[in-house]
């Protein structure tokens, strides 16, 4: 393993410390609680939002921390979920007058973690209320998750609730929203190559040079099948056809449509990736109006992609328009 490490145990710490440092006093890190939280927060003229999940996702979580994002990341250790006491810490520090919104994509130790930080703060009452993200079309249960997997599409449900949290909507209206746009997001990904947890120090699984692995999850989890590795285009058809035929589109509509790097795959590659899903989707006449091309939830150092579809409405274009920055990415 070549890695920028020091003491294994220490890796999401120190990371988190850099995020810190890194945001101008923009975020405030928490070592207690693995916690990045904006220092304006709370604010009692907001609704609080809150994700949580394994570090190893970077830059979800706790990258996209900031005005029309989230207000506060809770990360556990690498893939691993978040205690139930850094849920509970982080809900209670960030409780406001208006509640708190619990974003979690669908594993089950996220799940489990966020219930119980959950019953804990509600005990002291604090006003909560949580959204299930499930965007992964890939498969249905896996290693990880009863139900579909959260994965990249959690960056579009943020986006919305992050807007209009600043606009002062109320919780159940921030709940409404954020289903809203899982109800039309829909994500596949594949691998090229394991990963490599620095606390392991190995490949969490084994690829042959001429192997890839469809509809892998963002652990490493297995996918829909182990097949000879094809064309890029080939690869593209096939997530592309997963994601469209999950949610009927029609000529006419229009989308967001996100190439999604797992960590190890070249910007040059995902634009490649970007052009003939575009061109695909423009021969069904639908109309890409939104395009994100980059690394907005990864699994470490894994080469491989997602894509994503969201299909938009004039609500989801005024929420996407509105504006938004996260700590330690400003341009």
């Known amino acids: 393993m070549k890695k920028f490490v020091n003491n294994p145990q220490q890796f999401v710490p120190e990371m988190l410390r850099g995020v810190e440092l890194a945001s101008a006093g923009r975020l405030r890190y928490v ?11 709370p604010r009692d003229d907001k609704v609080s939002i809150v994700q949580g999940s394994g570090s190893g996702h970077e830059p979800a979580h706790v990258m996209i921390v900031g005005r029309g994002m989230l207000d506060a990341a809770c990360p556990g250790d690498v893939f691993s979920a978040p205690p139930s006491d850094y849920v509970y810490e982080t809900t209670k520090l960030l409780a406001s007058d208006k509640g708190v919104l619990h974003i979690i994509n669908n594993y089950t130790g996220d799940r489990m973690s966020f219930d119980m930080g959950r019953e804990l703060a509600e005990a002291e009452d604090v006003k909560i209320a949580t959204i299930i993200v499930d965007d992964d079309v890939a498969v249905k ?15 579009f449900v943020i986006k919305a609730v ?10 159940d209206e921030l709940v409404r929203i954020g289903e809203h746009v899982n109800s039309v997001t829909r994500t596949m990904g594949m691998a090229l190559t394991s990963c490599t947890p620095p606390a392991k120090g190995s490949p969490l699984f084994e690829l042959g040079e001429d192997e890839m692995e469809m509809g892998v999850g963002i652990h490493g989890e297995p996918g829909r099948r182990r097949e000879k590795l094809a064309s ?16 009927p589109y029609s000529s006419g509509d229009q989308v967001a449509l996100m190439i999604n790097g797992l960590g190890g795959t070249p910007i040059s590659e995902l634009y490649l990736c970007y052009g003939h899903a575009h061109e695909r989707l423009a021969e069904r006449g639908i109309e890409v109006t939104r395009s994100y091309v980059g690394e907005y939830c990864t699994s470490l150092d894994m080469a491989g992609a ?18 938004a920055e996260v700590g330690v990415q400003i341009f």
């Open 31 to 41: 070592p207690e609680y693995n916690l990045i939280m904006r220092t304006d927060a």
């Open 162 to 171: 992050g807007a209009a949290a600043e606009q002062g909507a109320e919780l």
């Open 232 to 247: 890029a285009n080939e690869i593209v058809d096939e997530l592309l056809e997963a994601v469209a035929g999950d949610l």
């Open 141 to 155: 249960d896996s290693t990880y998750t009863v139900g579909r997997r959260g994965v990249a599409g959690n960056f």
């Open 306 to 323: 997602s894509l994503t579809l969201v299909k938009l409405d004039p609500e989801l274009n005024k929420l996407f328009d509105a504006p």
